[in-house]
């Protein structure tokens, strides 16, 4: 069992920057690939970004350019940059393994975007 807890989320204008962490309760980094998630309200969740225990990374077209993931292996933590944000980008932002683990999801954290 993992559990992931989100963080770094918050209320900010378009344009703006925020930077997301999820801390695992335990080190699977070095077998995972690592991902974070979004559900906008009234909407699925989405994939946005991944990183590969090898370090590659992949982005879903409407953030690529914008948003940075990365990760530390020794903390057990994977980060989310997030630059030039847009209000499309409010959502509840959430990390889990790739594929995903229905009994990975956290609590997510809530990014506002908005003036």
């Known amino acids: 069992q993992v559990q992931f807890v989100e963080s770094g989320g918050g209320l900010v204008q378009p344009g703006g920057s925020l930077r997301l962490s999820c801390a695992a309760s335990?080190?699977?980094?070095?077998?995972?690939?690592m991902a974070w998630y979004r559900q906008a309200p009234g909407k699925q969740r989405e994939l946005v970004a991944t990183i590969a225990s090898g370090g590659s990374t992949h982005y879903v077209d409407s953030v690529k350019g914008r948003f940075t993931i990365s990760r530390d292996n020794f903390k057990n933590t994977v980060f989310l940059q997030m630059n030039s944000l847009i209000p499309e980008d409010t959502a509840v932002y959430y990390c889990?393994?790739?594929?995903?683990?229905?009994?990975?999801w956290g609590k997510g954290i809530l990014v506002t975007v908005s003036s």
């Open positions: 335990r080190n699977i980094f070095s077998i995972y690939t």
């Open positions: 889990n393994v790739l594929p995903t683990r229905e009994d990975y």
